[in-house]
């Protein structure tokens, strides 16, 4: 039986992203990525807005509700995803817990801005029963898993070291890649501020870090999102040169070969190894992972500890400045 799912918050990821896009090349929100995955059944949303209910209505035949509370009264979800702006994340997850006890919520990235707020959340999950999830999408990308097994394989051999290329904020945007390098590389171990860099907003900011994980060491560089959007890792190992680019729409591994002239020496070979991913229908490989999750099964995405995790190591850095 399909798990029943209602939808909070119909922005860009809960909605938008893809509302005009073929639904055979591109899954990017989760109103359609529950609304076409086998595993649920998408029962309704919640969103403030007339005009996003409007849409969201005329789009998936589905009703749209102005509060949680009208919602709880005429929905039972399996799983309530929180799409809704970060520095409601919290409150939303309060009153879910007071309607209505789902198996799972999985909550839009990061948990929250302020680090109380984050633990409360986690907490508050806890004490109730519900399992909480994080959506760093990256996690459950084929590709990105691969790159995960090739490290642990050591077909990626250690030491590691890379760049990571960011914009729009280090917790909003910088933690989707910081939360990948933790999955690959390990736990975070310690950091060194490099530049203070600027504001962004009213809750987050952008510094250039050196980061050490576990398996690897690098650098945070914030680029300028009001230029170009510019998302991208590298990472070069003993044995080769990973590149992670667009976002991961791109992903390219170029492993070691002998010179072809000069004895004794190696070079990357010319030609990269294209690792196939799914960044076109993101979402859905998410919706795949929270199945399992859902089954007892195994999955690749980032649990309640594991994000708070990320925020705690994140803070630690931005408190440096």
């Known amino acids: 039986m399909a798990h029943k799912c209602l939808l909070i918050g119909l922005g860009q990821i809960g909605l938008g992203y893809d509302l005009h896009l073929d639904p055979r090349e591109a899954i990017y929100t989760h109103a ?90 986690v907490a508050a999950c806890e004490s109730a029963g519900v399992k909480l999830l994080v959506n760093y999408v990256r996690r459950a990308d084929p590709g990105a898993i691969q790159i995960k097994s090739l490290i642990e394989s050591g077909q990626i051999a250690g030491p590691i070291k890379g760049v990571v290329w960011y914009s729009k904020g280090f917790l909003h945007n910088g933690s989707h890649f910081f939360n990948l390098l933790e999955f690959w590389l390990g736990p975070f171990v310690q950091a060194k501020l490099l530049d203070a860099g600027r504001k962004w907003g009213d809750h987050d900011a952008e510094p250039d870090v050196q980061v050490e994980f576990e398996r690897g060491r690098v650098v945070f560089m914030a680029a300028w999102e009001e230029s170009y959007s510019h998302y991208t890792v590298e990472l070069l190992s003993p044995s080769g040169r990973l590149r992670y680019e667009q976002g991961g729409e791109a992903i390219a591994w170029q492993p070691t070969q002998a010179h072809s002239t000069l004895a004794g020496y190696k070079v990357l070979q010319t030609l990269p190894e294209v690792v196939p991913n799914g960044m076109s229908r993101y979402q859905w490989h998410v919706a795949d992972q929270l199945a399992c999750a859902l089954a007892g099964k195994p999955h690749t995405l980032s649990t309640a500890a594991q994000s708070l995790a990320t925020l705690e190591a994140m803070h630690q850095i931005i408190n440096q400045r």
């Open 32 to 121: 359609r990525a529950f609304s076409v995955h086998p595993a649920f059944e998408l029962v309704g949303a919640v969103d403030p807005s007339p005009t996003q209910r409007g849409l969201f209505e005329q789009h998936y035949a589905l009703p749209a509700y102005a509060t949680l509370a009208s919602a709880s009264q005429a929905q039972a979800p399996d799983v309530v995803v929180i799409a809704s702006p970060t520095a409601q994340h919290s409150a939303v997850l309060k009153e879910v817990l007071a309607q209505s006890r789902p198996q799972l919520v999985l909550c839009e990235k990061p948990l929250a801005y302020g680090l109380e707020e984050a633990r409360e959340m």
